[in-house]
């Protein structure tokens, strides 16, 4: 069945390095790819989004281009900052399977002054 | 616009009892979808619904049931509770239903199993 695998957190970074989070697919149809976000004690905000093979989703200095080649949708940014510290999920959508979103097991981010 | 609302946010029950979740969409969302959070199974999709019909189910026993009325308002209803059912219960909802569409999470609904 359709997967997403997310690199193992937690991440710890010093404010303004370049962050990447890795995440790749298994999906037999053609998948829309979505960030979400969650804070402490929050659901989850949607990050950035991407429904076909080479678009780029960006937002708040977030980006990920969806590669079909290497089934990947790595989310990265520039230069974080303290409160950019979250847990980061990478998912997908199956048109084949309505609106059902499939989850990484998410990826712990903090980020230190 | 308002967001995705749920209620109760804390709940807590004793094992073999029941208990029912809400959650008001976004005005004019259509479809509703419900997620399991837990620290070992991460996030799990549990059913989605529209038009008050329910559209697809994930991989989780009988005791967890849900429903959709016609204002778009959903309910998730879990009998017989379990120490495992112990977790964070997320709505989301979204214009339509479809792979394209964004959907918008509310704050949960954190229920523990004692």
């Known amino acids: 069945g359709d997967s997403v695998t997310q690199m193992e957190g937690p991440v710890t970074l010093s404010e303004e390095a370049f962050l990447t989070i890795n995440c790749t697919y298994t999906?037999?149809?053609?998948?829309?790819l979505f960030w979400y976000v969650q804070y402490p004690g929050e659901g989850l905000q949607l990050l950035l989004k991407?429904?076909?093979?080479?678009d780029k989703g960006s937002n708040k200095g977030f980006e990920a281009t969806y590669r079909k080649e290497t089934t990947s949708f790595h989310l990265e940014k520039g230069s974080v900052q303290v409160s950019d510290s979250a847990v980061y999920f990478c998912?997908?959508?199956?048109?084949?399977?309505?609106?059902?979103?499939?989850f990484g097991q998410g990826t712990e981010l903090s980020v230190k002054p | 616009k308002a967001g995705v609302t749920q209620t109760p946010r804390y709940l807590i029950k004793t094992r073999g009892q029941q208990v029912t979740l809400s959650c008001s969409p976004i005005?004019?969302?259509?479809?509703v979808s419900w997620y399991q959070q837990t620290p070992g199974q991460g996030l799990q999709f549990l059913f989605e619904?529209?038009?008050?019909?329910?559209?697809n189910k994930g991989n989780f026993p009988g005791r967890f049931s849900g429903r959709q009325f016609s204002n778009s308002r959903s309910e998730m209803n879990v009998s017989t509770l379990e120490l495992g059912d112990s977790a964070l219960y997320l709505c989301?909802?979204?214009?339509?239903?479809?792979?394209?569409?964004?959907?918008?999470f509310g704050p949960g609904t954190r229920l523990l199993v004692l």
């Open positions: 999906a037999t149809g053609y998948p829309s």
């Open positions: 989301a909802s979204s214009l339509d239903p479809g792979n394209q569409e964004t959907q918008y």
């Open positions: 998912a997908l959508s199956d048109g084949n399977q309505g609106g059902k979103l499939i």
């Open positions: 619904y529209f038009s008050e019909t329910q559209r």
């Open positions: 005005s004019g969302h259509r479809s």
């Open positions: 991407a429904t076909k093979a080479d």
